[in-house]
C-alpha cells in the first residue's frame, strides 16, 4: 500500500510529517540527541526491529539529518552523526517534550527533565517571537502565505477563505 505523501504541499508541518513518517524517525533524532551513534547502539535503545531501523536510517541520511561517519573498515562499520539539519530539530523536539509533559505525565511528574547548562536550571521550551521575545500563543498569532506559497492554490476559494479567516 502506497502512501500518501505531503513532500510538495505548501504547508512546512505537512512537509515535516512527510519526512518523519511514522513514530520511529523523531525516537532515532531524539536518541541521536542523547549520544547514541551506531545501528547496534540505536537497535538496542529503540527495541525496533533491524529492518525498520535501518530504512528510517537511510532516509535521515538522505534528507541530510544524519552522516554516516566510517569508524571502522574491515567490516565497514558507520557511526550515524547529527549534521547541521539535524540539529536544527531539537527545538522540534523540545516543543513535543514540552506538551507531552504537560498533557501527558502522571501524577509524579516528567520522566525526563531538559537541564540548561548555561543558567545550571532544569527548564522547559517556550517557543518566542524572534523578534521581539514574546511568546507566541495562537491568539497572538496569524498564519499568512509566505514568498513560497504556490500561486495556482492561491486562488482557490478554500484558500482565499482560509487566509481570510487569519486577517
Not at 78 to 85: A, I, Q, S
Not at 105 to 123: K, N, R, S, Y
Request: hydrophobic residues 40%; neutral net charge.
Amino acid at each position: 500500500m502506497k502512501r500518501t505523501s505531503f513532500a510538495q504541499w505548501p504547508c512546512s508541518i505537512a512537509r515535516t510529517m512527510d519526512l518523519l513518517g511514522d513514530w520511529w524517525t523523531p525516537l532515532v533524532l531524539r536518541d541521536a540527541f542523547y549520544g547514541v551513534r551506531r545501528f547496534d547502539e540505536f537497535q538496542q535503545a529503540l527495541g525496533i526491529a533491524r529492518n525498520t531501523l535501518a530504512d528510517r536510517l537511510k532516509r535521515l541520511v538522505e534528507e541530510g539529518l544524519l552522516e554516516k561517519v566510517a569508524y571502522q573498515t574491515e567490516p565497514v562499520r558507520y557511526d550515524y552523526v547529527l549534521t547541521e539539519k539535524g540539529r536544527d530539530f531539537y527545538p522540534v523536539l523540545l516543543a513535543m517534550t514540552r506538551w507531552g509533559d504537560k498533557w501527558l505525565a502522571g501524577e509524579d511528574g516528567p520522566p525526563i527533565t531538559v537541564h540548561h547548562l548555561a543558567c545550571g536550571h532544569d527548564t522547559h521550551a517556550e517557543i518566542v517571537c524572534a523578534e521581539c521575545g514574546e511568546p507566541m500563543t495562537p491568539a497572538e498569532t496569524r498564519m499568512r502565505r509566505g514568498p513560497g506559497f504556490p500561486p495556482r492554490l492561491a486562488r482557490r476559494p478554500d484558500v482565499e477563505a482560509r487566509f481570510a479567516r487569519q486577517e
